[in-house]
């Protein structure tokens, strides 16, 4: 059981440029989270999903675009990517409503 | 607007001493009440949580009081160790929020000396 797992760990892009985070999960979750941390203000949820080929926003959302194509896969992209977007992403999931979320190991950012 | 916030930024404590974080939040329809810990270059993991149909929660070295009416709860850590050492999360939730979704507070770096 890997649990949630993130790809990549780290990257480096330029203004302008696009990418897209791959979260993965093998615990048959329902609920799949993304968020941001950046210092001294926690974690801040970008988008979320309830279920396969559902997507919601958070609290975050501007710049960002997600996927839920398959249950055990959640996709964050940035389109043109820009130095606010530097920080940590961590992806989470949890089984339902009123369950504990699970997170994976982070992918840390910088937008040059 | 941060709904839920939380201090202090960091603490320093020896061993054995207790640490504790306070969090206080606005939104009266929140019932769970979490605490993440994270250590470095980790996700954040589920260390203890409440609901408000209870005051205190206590889990070996880890206790969660919750005051409803001051709109506030917090962590103690007893006999705090160094491995202890780490960032800590409040959260909050509606139960009844489709997406299960949790407000985190800004975290709260503690060292524990030897």
């Known amino acids: 059981n890997a649990g949630v797992t993130q790809t990549p760990k780290f990257r480096v892009l330029k203004t302008g440029q696009s990418m897209t985070l791959l979260c993965a999960q093998d615990m048959n979750h329902e609920y799949m989270y993304w968020y941001r941390q950046d210092p001294g203000m926690g974690l801040r949820l970008i988008h979320y999903s309830v279920g396969e080929g559902t997507t919601a926003k958070g609290e975050v959302p501007d710049g960002y675009n997600v996927s839920r194509l398959k249950k055990q896969n959640f996709l964050l992209g940035l389109e043109s990517a820009a130095p606010s977007q530097t920080s940590v992403y961590f992806c989470a999931s949890s089984y339902s409503r009123g369950w504990e979320q699970f997170f994976g190991p982070g992918t840390r950012l910088t937008v040059l | 607007q941060q709904q839920v916030k939380q201090s202090p930024q960091s603490l320093i404590v020896q061993k054995g001493g207790i640490s504790i974080i306070n969090c206080a939040y606005e939104?009266?329809?929140?019932?769970?009440f979490p605490w993440y810990q994270q250590f470095p270059g980790k996700g954040p993991a589920l260390l203890i949580a409440?609901?408000?149909?209870?005051s205190e929660k206590k889990e070996g070295r880890f206790t969660i009081s919750f005051n409803k009416s001051a709109k506030q709860f917090s962590l103690h850590i007893m006999d705090s160790q160094p491995g202890d050492s780490a960032t800590y999360f409040c959260?909050?939730?509606?139960?009844?929020?489709?997406?299960?979704?949790?407000?985190f507070g800004g975290g709260t770096r503690l060292m524990v000396k030897p």
């Open positions: 959260a909050a939730s509606e139960n009844d929020n489709a997406g299960n979704m949790l407000t």
């Open positions: 409440i609901r408000p149909d209870v």
């Open positions: 939104n009266t329809a929140f019932d769970y």
